[in-house]
């Protein structure tokens, strides 16, 4: 075999090995991938972009409280209507939501915690028999800027000490 021979089969090679841990890579990421909970429980915890938190139905799995968070989950109903939430208008929605979530607003005036929002299955999950309205409580600090200065974020359960931070935010 001639030289330029033994070097084009080793680029070859090469380039074979290279898509080959590409491929790898991408069936580990994609099968690592874990499905959204399909049963939320009260005092889980997340950290919401701004874009997650504009969503309707959750983009991500809660977290460990002890992490940085800015949203604990402090109620969970069954969806009350029949049909799968996206059916009805956002303002219904809305006014299902907050008969159920402010219903069970058991934080005091002065808490830490002092708003709140809701999310509902997404048609997968709702496809897996998920039939839940997810309350969740926010700490919005009024301040003017970007999604992370307007809502805290806290490690610890505020749910679980009634709304309040030892160390105060402000």
């Known amino acids: 075999m001639t030289r330029q021979m033994k070097h084009k089969v080793l680029i ?3 380039a074979l090995v290279v898509v080959a841990m ?9 099968s690592q991938t874990t ?3 399909l049963k939320p429980k ?4 997340y950290l919401f972009s701004a874009k997650e938190f504009d969503a309707p139905s959750p983009l991500t799995n809660p977290l460990p409280c002890a992490q940085m968070h800015n949203a604990e ?10 049909l799968e939430p996206p059916r009805y208008s956002d303002d219904l929605i809305h006014d299902v939501a907050e008969r159920i979530c402010l219903a069970h607003w058991d934080f005091p005036d ?5 708003y709140w929002a809701y999310f509902y ?6 496809a897996e028999g998920a039939r839940w309205l997810r309350c969740d409580a926010m700490v919005q600090s009024y301040k003017e800027g970007g999604f992370d200065k307007q809502y805290l974020e806290w490690p610890g359960s505020l749910y679980l000490d009634n709304g309040f931070l030892e160390v105060p935010f402000f």
């Open 12 to 14: 070859f090679i090469s």
């Open 22 to 30: 590409a491929a790898t890579a991408f069936v580990l990421t994609r």
């Open 35 to 37: 499905a959204l909970e």
């Open 42 to 45: 009260i005092g889980n915890c």
């Open 73 to 82: 989950t402090y109620w969970v109903a069954k969806w009350p209507l029949k």
């Open 110 to 114: 002065d808490a830490n915690l002092n």
């Open 121 to 126: 299955p997404s048609p997968a999950q709702w």
